[in-house]
């Protein structure tokens, strides 16, 4: 007798198909995200809400599902894509190209059981009702029930608000899975047989753990959805006509570890970086508009995860196409990035060390000799495209900017990986940091430097498709592909390939690489020296506005408190004298506390200020000086008897005051060295371990024969002279500079003023690059206007000789005032006259006057000398002593004229055997006094270019003369501005 049986299929096949398929829930997420594509999905969501029992729920506006495509289809299990007929309706695809399919086995649906037990789901069809469904997917895991005996409540409805209503009949019928339903007593009996088995059997082996049927149906009893929970999504807003909602309650661990609420140690760190690493790169951010590649897809869908915290949405993952991107990678300075054909071989292009060195598709790489490319219907590869973008590790050896260095290394944290995507979508675990698919880290650790790819600086993917890489197939449980023959060869190629291009182009062995890095490093050390010398002049800039505006309001009310004190004190006996002398001590301890340092090159903003505060100190100082002067004065009247004692006290008064500021300045010294010595000692304590960190791998792979003893041994000797000459950097100066410190020579002030000198220094170059020509224009003026003076006085003659004709003598007195001019600029002529002879004061006057005729009738200025200055003469050439005097005129006439002075003048006097230039105008104010000869210092308004008073102390070095600001009062001849000029051979008569 022959029977013919059906299998029997136990409800824990659902369970084993579904959760116990799926490696982790960030991958049953993708799963769901995938199912939503192949639905015509745009957008996808997940969203994770904080209540005190937390919620999940995804969402995605896809063509949704009807009644009957629930019951016909979702609740059968194994409804493959190809037999997916539905999606030929163009109204499902809501205008979006014809998709290939993800899903291929009719169970990425089942992992939903990853996120939660209890599920919600809730679809709408356009011009169709809700449909709505309650599974509890823990009573699929009673090993002694069939799977018909468990029966999914299902309902439809028109309005949403009708879902709450529905609600409560949808518990209570899940519930008949555990309880029953007296209608039909089989069911009934099954099921409370069932149960109490698998109740039995669980107690059995844990006795502490509650029944599994009272755990099942408390969860039931105590879910709660609410429609707060639903706002979220599209279709419930009524943005959208259709898509599906799957609201799962008793979530995942995975998905608790996102909420706020959670306590954060170091499990739920890294379940949070594994889940943004899973999710983060969903759909293919290196698609390039412009870009020729295979299977490059943009798969015109967006994707996010929100945790809700008090109706309050914050994002954890988002589409990071805006972060990472094709454009963005393509700035770093290293780039492979081509096709591969169906033999393997890979036509691109690269850019090492910041530049494309081929392009389109120069560059060629072909498969290891030893590689047989399958070709067979069920072993082919198929062609597929690679992009990868890095940088270099340590910034020294790098072509990038700083900004652009820091950028990259900031992305490298959350968006770097070697990614592997199927028309556009992320194909799970590659590029995880616990899968090496591609060998990039274990290569890594055999020879950094020449494998040179590093999974955590690395960007980029490998791209694929499922109609020209068929037999590239996911394992059933969505961790990588079936180890079949074309994904080893895929892999093969794909390694060959990085590897070539490390050799050729960036590894250690490169010989691009040779070439570069010492030019590289020297620019890099350079602009390094730049940055920190930029760096320590803001540092001095800060420091000093910061006292500058702290010290002087202080000044200010100090100079006005004393504003009287000279004139108030009188000193007539020896109590009268030791008030004066505390005073003076007083009054300079306090200005000495005052007093600042390292003024930086540019002041900016707080010039005036700067200004205000050094005239106000030199005001103190004088008003300090009349004081001491009155004490000495008061000295020999009054004879103190015991001056001895008057010393003795001030000696204490000022080693008091000494002993209190060093005191200051060693409690400050003594906690920075402490934390000094601490950091210094750490940072010995890690390079210490560095070596032993990155040689001994090499033992390891000795050990296990991936590298020969030779080899392993020459890796080592690098190791050692990389490390040794980065200790040596870090070290070594630190040493020299307390070696300096140990010789008293201070740092800071070198420090400081080498940078104020380089900023003056670079701001003179660039000034001098804009008059560097006046000499050579001067000649080329020069020589025009000689040969015009001819033209011009051979012309005047011939107007002569026809008669008197009007306006002649307009034009010659015209031309005689540029003949004049034009003389005085042949001085500047950088071939001008070179010849000397004996020049007087008396012919310097009527230069002068004959120079400034018309401004001294015009402004009303007086210039005159004295008899001295007019018998006074020098051997020397004109061309080099007119323009000094002509300068120092000008610049008179200039401050006269603009400071309204009345009676103006400018008078040449001779004192002490030297020249004095003299003017009563406003003067020079203290702070100007030590920048005048500097090139390009100028406080005129308009019309100053500063090189005047600069070539007047050239020109007259040039002869062995000099000049300065008259300091001494001898020299003061009027109340404005005194230069002193000391001739050397000039003969005063």
Same mark, same amino acid.
């Given at each position: 007798?022959?029977?013919?049986?059906?299998?029997?299929?136990?409800?824990?096949?659902?369970?084993?198909?579904?959760?116990?398929?799926?490696?982790?829930?960030?991958?049953?997420?993708?799963?769901?995200?995938?199912?939503?594509?192949?639905?015509?999905?745009?957008?996808?969501?997940?969203?994770?809400?904080?209540?005190?029992?937390?919620?999940?729920?995804?969402?995605?506006?896809?063509?949704?599902?009807?009644?009957?495509?629930?019951?016909?289809?979702?609740?059968?299990?194994?409804?493959?894509?190809?037999?997916?007929?539905?999606?030929?309706?163009?109204?499902?695809?809501?205008?979006?190209?014809?998709?290939?399919?993800?899903?291929?086995?009719?169970?990425?649906?089942?992992?939903?059981?990853?996120?939660?037990?209890?599920?919600?789901?809730?679809?709408?069809?356009?011009?169709?009702?809700?449909?709505?469904?309650?599974?509890?997917?823990?009573?699929?895991?009673?090993?002694?029930?069939?799977?018909?005996?468990?029966?999914?409540?299902?309902?439809?409805?028109?309005?949403?608000?009708?879902?709450?209503?529905?609600?409560?009949? !949808?518990?209570?019928?899940?519930?008949?899975?555990?309880?029953?339903?007296?209608?039909?007593?089989?069911?009934?009996?099954?099921?409370?047989?069932?149960?109490?088995?698998?109740?039995?059997?669980?107690?059995?082996?844990?006795?502490?753990?509650?029944?599994?049927?009272?755990?099942?149906?408390?969860?039931?009893?105590? %879910?709660?959805? &609410?429609?707060?929970? /639903?706002?979220?999504?599209?279709?419930?807003?009524?943005?959208?006509?259709?898509?599906?909602?799957?609201?799962?309650?008793?979530?995942?661990?995975?998905?608790?570890?996102?909420?706020?609420?959670?306590?954060?140690? %170091?499990?739920?760190?890294?379940?949070?970086?594994?889940?943004?690493?899973?999710?983060?790169?969903?759909?293919?951010?290196?698609?390039?508009?412009?870009?020729?590649?295979?299977?490059?897809?943009?798969?015109?869908?967006?994707?996010?995860?929100?945790?809700?915290?008090?109706?309050?949405?914050?994002?954890?993952?988002?589409?990071?196409?805006?972060?990472?991107?094709?454009?963005?990678?393509?700035?770093?300075?290293?780039?492979?990035?081509?096709?591969?054909?169906?033999?393997?071989? /890979?036509?691109?292009?690269?850019?090492?060390?910041?530049?494309?060195?081929?392009?389109?598709?120069?560059?060629?790489?072909?498969?290891?000799?030893?590689?047989?490319?399958?070709?067979?219907?069920?072993?082919?590869?198929?062609?597929?495209?690679?992009?990868?973008?890095?940088?270099? @590790?340590?910034?020294?050896?790098?072509?990038?900017?700083?900004?652009?260095?820091?950028?990259?290394?900031?992305?490298?944290?959350?968006?770097?990986?070697?990614?592997?995507?199927?028309?556009?979508?992320?194909?799970?675990?590659?590029?995880?940091?616990?899968?090496?698919?591609?060998?990039?880290?274990?290569?890594?650790?055999?020879?950094?430097?020449?494998?040179?790819?590093?999974?955590?600086?690395?960007?980029?993917?490998?791209?694929?498709?499922?109609?020209?890489?068929?037999?590239?197939?996911?394992?059933?449980?969505?961790?990588?592909?079936?180890?079949?023959?074309?994904?080893?060869?895929?892999?093969?190629?794909?390694?060959?390939?990085?590897?070539?291009?490390?050799?050729?182009?960036?590894?250690?062995?490169?010989?691009?690489?040779?070439?570069?890095?010492?030019?590289?490093?020297?620019?890099?050390? *350079?602009?390094?020296? &730049?940055?920190?010398?930029?760096?320590?002049?803001?540092?001095?800039?800060?420091? /000093?506005?910061?006292?500058?505006?702290?010290?002087?309001?202080?000044?200010?009310?100090?100079?006005?408190?004393?504003?009287?004190?000279?004139?108030?004190? *009188?000193?007539?006996? &020896?109590?009268?004298?030791?008030?004066?002398?505390?005073?003076?001590?007083?009054?300079?301890?306090?200005?000495?506390?005052?007093?600042?340092?390292?003024?930086?090159?540019?002041?900016?903003?707080?010039?005036?200020?700067?200004?205000?505060?050094?005239?106000?100190?030199?005001?103190?100082?004088?008003?300090?000086? %009349?004081?001491?002067?009155?004490?000495?004065?008061?000295?020999?009247?009054?004879?103190?008897?015991?001056?001895?004692?008057?010393?003795?006290?001030?000696?204490?008064?000022?080693?008091?005051?000494?002993?209190?500021?060093?005191?200051?300045?060693? *409690?400050?010294?003594?906690?920075?060295?402490?934390?000094?010595?601490?950091?210094?000692?750490?940072?010995?304590?890690?390079?210490?371990?560095?070596?032993?960190?990155?040689?001994?791998?090499?033992?390891? @792979?000795?050990?296990?024969?991936?590298?020969? !003893?030779?080899?392993?041994?020459?890796?080592?000797?690098?190791?050692?002279?990389?490390?040794?000459?980065?200790?040596?950097?870090?070290?070594?100066?630190?040493?020299?500079?307390?070696?300096?410190?140990?010789?008293?020579?201070?740092?800071?002030?070198?420090?400081? @003023?080498?940078?104020?000198?380089?900023?003056?220094?670079?701001?003179?170059?660039?000034?001098?690059?804009?008059?560097?020509?006046?000499?050579?224009?001067?000649?080329?003026?020069?020589?025009?206007?000689?040969?015009?003076?001819?033209?011009?006085?051979?012309?005047?003659?011939?107007?002569?000789?026809?008669?008197?004709?009007?306006?002649?003598?307009?034009?010659? &007195?015209?031309?005689?005032?540029?003949?004049?001019?034009?003389?005085?600029?042949?001085?500047?002529?950088?071939?001008?006259?070179?010849?000397?002879?004996?020049?007087?004061?008396?012919?310097?006057?009527?230069?002068?006057?004959?120079?400034?005729?018309?401004?001294?009738?015009?402004?009303?200025?007086?210039?005159?000398?004295?008899?001295?200055?007019?018998?006074?003469?020098?051997?020397?050439?004109?061309?080099?002593?007119?323009?000094?005097?002509?300068?120092?005129?000008?610049?008179?006439?200039?401050?006269?004229?603009?400071?309204?002075?009345?009676?103006?003048?400018?008078?040449?006097?001779?004192?002490?055997?030297?020249?004095?230039?003299?003017?009563?105008?406003?003067?020079?104010?203290?702070?100007?006094?030590?920048? !005048?000869?500097?090139?390009?210092?100028?406080?005129?308004?308009?019309?100053?270019?500063?090189?005047?008073?600069?070539?007047?102390?050239?020109?007259?070095?040039?002869?062995?003369?000099?000049?300065?600001? %008259?300091?001494?009062?001898?020299?003061?001849?009027?109340?404005?501005?005194?230069?002193?000029?000391?001739?050397?051979?000039?003969?005063?008569?």
């Amino acid at each position: 007798m022959i029977e013919t049986l059906a299998f029997r299929t136990q409800a824990r096949t659902v369970d084993h198909l579904g959760r116990e398929q799926i490696a982790d829930c960030p991958t049953a997420i993708s799963e769901l995200w995938k199912n939503a594509y192949d639905a015509y999905a745009r957008n996808v969501s997940l969203h994770i809400f904080d209540d005190s029992e937390p919620v999940a729920a995804v969402f995605d506006d896809g063509h949704g599902m009807s009644y009957d495509d629930f019951i016909n289809r979702w609740l059968v299990v194994g409804t493959g894509s190809k037999y997916d007929k539905n999606i030929s309706d163009e109204d499902d695809r809501d205008g979006l190209p014809s998709r290939t399919k993800q899903g291929q086995k009719g169970i990425g649906r089942l992992s939903s059981a990853n996120l939660g037990p209890l599920l919600l789901i809730v679809s709408k069809r356009k011009k169709h009702d809700f449909v709505a469904a309650l599974i509890d997917w823990r009573i699929f895991e009673n090993p002694y029930l069939v799977l018909s005996d468990i029966e999914v409540p299902v309902t439809q409805f028109s309005d949403k608000v009708e879902l709450f209503q529905l609600l409560p009949m !949808l518990f209570d019928r899940l519930m008949d899975n555990i309880w029953g339903n007296p209608a039909d007593k089989q069911r009934l009996d099954r099921l409370k047989l069932a149960w109490e088995m698998y109740d039995q059997v669980t107690l059995e082996s844990n006795p502490e753990v509650v029944k599994p049927s009272e755990d099942i149906a408390s969860t039931i009893i105590n %879910a709660r959805f &609410e429609e707060r929970h /639903f706002e979220p999504w599209q279709v419930w807003s009524g943005e959208r006509e259709h898509g599906t909602a799957l609201v799962v309650s008793d979530i995942n661990y995975d998905l608790r570890a996102q909420l706020p609420s959670i306590n954060i140690d %170091a499990n739920v760190k890294n379940i949070r970086e594994a889940f943004f690493a899973t999710l983060s790169a969903f759909t293919d951010p290196y698609v390039g508009a412009e870009v020729s590649e295979f299977n490059a897809f943009d798969p015109e869908f967006a994707y996010e995860v929100k945790r809700w915290s008090r109706g309050v949405s914050s994002a954890i993952v988002e589409d990071e196409r805006a972060a990472i991107n094709r454009e963005i990678t393509d700035e770093m300075e290293h780039v492979l990035s081509g096709n591969i054909d169906a033999d393997g071989v /890979f036509r691109g292009q690269v850019k090492a060390f910041g530049e494309w060195r081929k392009l389109g598709s120069d560059y060629e790489i072909y498969p290891p000799k030893d590689l047989t490319i399958p070709k067979g219907p069920n072993t082919f590869v198929g062609p597929f495209s690679l992009n990868v973008a890095t940088y270099e @590790q340590v910034r020294k050896n790098s072509t990038l900017s700083d900004a652009d260095f820091v950028r990259f290394d900031g992305l490298s944290y959350n968006h770097s990986g070697f990614l592997l995507f199927r028309n556009g979508l992320r194909v799970l675990p590659y590029g995880r940091v616990d899968n090496d698919f591609f060998n990039i880290e274990t290569n890594r650790s055999i020879n950094a430097g020449r494998e040179y790819w590093n999974a955590r600086r690395m960007f980029g993917r490998v791209a694929i498709s499922r109609e020209m890489n068929p037999n590239l197939r996911d394992k059933a449980g969505r961790e990588g592909f079936i180890d079949n023959r074309a994904a080893k060869v895929l892999r093969a190629i794909v390694m060959n390939i990085l590897k070539r291009a490390a050799y050729e182009y960036f590894g250690s062995n490169s010989a691009l690489r040779k070439e570069l890095l010492p030019n590289i490093q020297a620019s890099n050390e *350079k602009e390094e020296a &730049e940055r920190q010398r930029k760096e320590l002049a803001k540092q001095n800039a800060r420091k /000093f506005r910061s006292r500058l505006k702290k010290n002087l309001p202080l000044l200010k009310k100090m100079f006005d408190d004393t504003d009287s004190v000279v004139s108030n004190i *009188k000193i007539d006996d &020896e109590c009268g004298l030791d008030s004066a002398q505390e005073l003076i001590s007083e009054l300079s301890a306090s200005l000495a506390d005052l007093r600042i340092v390292g003024a930086p090159a540019k002041l900016g903003s707080a010039e005036d200020d700067y200004r205000t505060f050094r005239y106000i100190f030199s005001e103190m100082v004088n008003r300090i000086r %009349a004081l001491e002067e009155k004490r000495a004065t008061a000295i020999e009247t009054v004879n103190p008897s015991k001056p001895d004692e008057i010393v003795q006290k001030q000696l204490n008064s000022h080693a008091s005051r000494l002993q209190a500021r060093l005191r200051a300045w060693r *409690k400050s010294i003594d906690a920075l060295q402490g934390s000094e010595r601490d950091r210094v000692a750490a940072l010995f304590n890690e390079r210490n371990k560095a070596f032993h960190q990155e040689a001994m791998p090499l033992v390891d @792979q000795v050990r296990l024969g991936r590298i020969g !003893l030779d080899d392993a041994l020459e890796q080592m000797k690098r190791i050692q002279a990389k490390l040794d000459r980065e200790n040596e950097d870090t070290f070594q100066s630190y040493l020299d500079a307390l070696e300096v410190m140990s010789e008293n020579i201070n740092i800071e002030l070198i420090a400081r @003023q080498g940078t104020a000198d380089n900023i003056a220094l670079r701001d003179d170059l660039n000034r001098l690059n804009q008059v560097a020509q006046l000499g050579v224009t001067v000649e080329i003026l020069g020589h025009e206007l000689s040969s015009n003076e001819r033209m011009v006085r051979e012309g005047i003659r011939q107007i002569r000789q026809v008669g008197n004709v009007p306006g002649t003598n307009l034009v010659v &007195e015209g031309f005689e005032a540029l003949s004049q001019q034009l003389e005085f600029l042949s001085p500047l002529k950088v071939s001008g006259s070179r010849t000397r002879r004996q020049i007087t004061g008396k012919e310097i006057q009527d230069y002068l006057v004959g120079f400034f005729d018309a401004v001294m009738r015009n402004r009303d200025v007086r210039i005159h000398c004295s008899d001295a200055f007019r018998i006074f003469s020098i051997y020397e050439q004109p061309s080099r002593l007119y323009p000094v005097f002509v300068n120092l005129v000008n610049n008179s006439i200039y401050w006269l004229v603009n400071s309204h002075t009345p009676e103006p003048e400018v008078y040449l006097s001779v004192e002490d055997d030297k020249i004095i230039v003299s003017d009563n105008g406003p003067g020079i104010n203290p702070v100007d006094q030590e920048s !005048l000869f500097k090139m390009f210092f100028t406080r005129k308004s308009s019309g100053g270019r500063g090189i005047g008073l600069y070539l007047c102390r050239v020109n007259l070095m040039a002869g062995g003369h000099s000049i300065e600001y %008259a300091a001494e009062r001898k020299f003061r001849c009027l109340d404005g501005a005194n230069f002193v000029i000391d001739f050397k051979g000039a003969d005063f008569g």
